[in-house]
Structure formats: C-alpha cells, structure tokens
C-alpha cells in the first residue's frame, strides 16, 4: 500500500533563512508532484518530477527527487514572506495518486 | 474566467439530504477527477474520469457517485449526507496526452458542511 508521509508538517521561519521540506513514500513511484496551497484557495502546481535524480527549480523554489530512497525534497532558498504557505507532494503509482497532509510553512517577516 | 469551476462555493445541509456538486471546464482537458480535503488529511482522491464512458473509484468513494455528463462537466452527488462528509471538495482536470494522473488543474472548491 502507497503511503507518502511529509515532514515536517508545520513550519515557522525567519525570512531569508534556507530550509527543506521531505516526502518520503513507501513504493515503487516515478513520478511525484508539488503543489502549492494559499490559505482558503485551490492547489497550484509546483513540479513535475518524472526520474531518478530529477531536480527543478523556479525562483526560490527547488524540487529533487530520488526514486531509489523514495524521497523528494522541496529545498527553500532566502524564504520571503509570499512563500507563506502549504505545500503537498502527491506521489503516482500505477493505479493510485496519494498526497501527503501537507507542510504549513509560516514565513516571519 | 477560470478554468475550473465550481458550484456551489459553499453549501450547508442536513443529514440525510442529497446533493450535488457542479463542475466544468474550459480547457480541454478528457481527464476529471474529484477530492475531499480535511483538515490535516491532505487530499484524498473520491472518483475519477478519463472521458464520459470512463468512471473509476478512488481511494474513499463509499457513500460518493458521480456522472460524467459531457467532456467538459462532472458531478458529484452525495445521496444521504451525514456529518463526516463536511469537508472542502476539489475537482481537478488532466491533459490525456501523457500518463495517468498527469499534472492536475484544480478547481476554487467548494465548501460543504452537512448538520
């Protein structure tokens, strides 16, 4: 059974600091999602990460993945304050999508 | 205009009362699908079309039914509402071009809450 588990799921921090958001699942899966959530508004897709080692990058954003240790990472780089919000990566089998719950970021100005 | 849309945005019920959520779209797209979200739950995938002939259950489709009525519209109705099934309801649609469970194009939501 697909179970994708996000760490951490809620997460505090200063502007301009780094920090990285984890996916970890439990199958075979080549392909995995980020998306983005604002508070009270639909999901908006982040990344499409279809391989081994795939890595994608926009702005402050980056994506990676590493099929091998089932894990994806969503790297955030000088965090400004309109990254505020939740973040999903939902992972793709053959016949399954699951999401993770979600990482809550909270960025202070 | 939106993409994706929905109706109602938001719906107070009663349990045991049918319902039906709306969605349409404009962007093409042969794939729809519907999700629950709960607070803390992330999204959970209800049902799923890959084009009018082609209804396929999710991972939580118990008390759930859909109808595909055109390439563009796709419904969801809850026969007998009770309470658990208050939550924010996504439709999303997906490209065919690629593979199963492409990238996603979600919808507002809608809000429903069943008394």
């Known amino acids: 059974e697909l179970k994708v588990e996000q760490n951490p799921l809620f997460l505090s921090m200063q502007e301009g600091k780094n920090y990285t958001i984890y996916c970890n699942y439990s199958?075979?899966?080549?392909?995995l999602y980020w998306y983005r959530q604002d508070p009270g508004k639909s999901l908006e897709s982040l990344f499409v990460?279809?391989?081994?080692?795939a890595v994608k990058q926009e702005g402050r954003l980056m994506a990676s993945l590493d099929t091998k240790a089932r894990l994806s990472t969503l790297h955030i780089t000088a965090a400004v304050h309109d990254l505020s919000a939740t973040y999903f990566c939902a992972v793709v089998t053959d016949d399954k999508i699951i999401f993770g719950k979600g990482t809550r970021l909270h960025i202070l100005p | 205009d939106a993409d994706v849309t929905q109706t109602p945005r938001n719906r107070i019920t009663k349990t045991g009362k049918r319902i039906m959520l709306e969605c349409s779209q404009t962007?093409?797209?042969?794939?729809m699908y519907w999700y629950r979200q709960d607070p803390g739950l992330g999204l959970r995938l209800i049902y799923y079309?890959?084009?009018?002939?082609?209804?396929n259950k999710g991972e939580i489709s118990d008390g759930y039914s859909v109808s595909r009525q055109a390439q563009a519209k796709f419904s969801l109705s809850l026969e007998s509402a009770i309470p658990n099934q208050t939550a924010l309801y996504f439709c999303?649609?997906?490209?065919?071009?690629?593979?199963?469970?492409?990238?996603?194009?979600f919808g507002p939501g809608t809000r429903l809450t069943v008394l």
């Open positions: 079309s890959f084009d009018v002939k082609d209804i």
């Open positions: 990460l279809l391989s081994n080692g």
């Open positions: 199958t075979t899966s080549d392909r």
């Open positions: 962007k093409g797209h042969d794939r």
């Open positions: 999303a649609t997906s490209d065919e071009d690629r593979w199963v469970f492409d990238e996603q194009f």
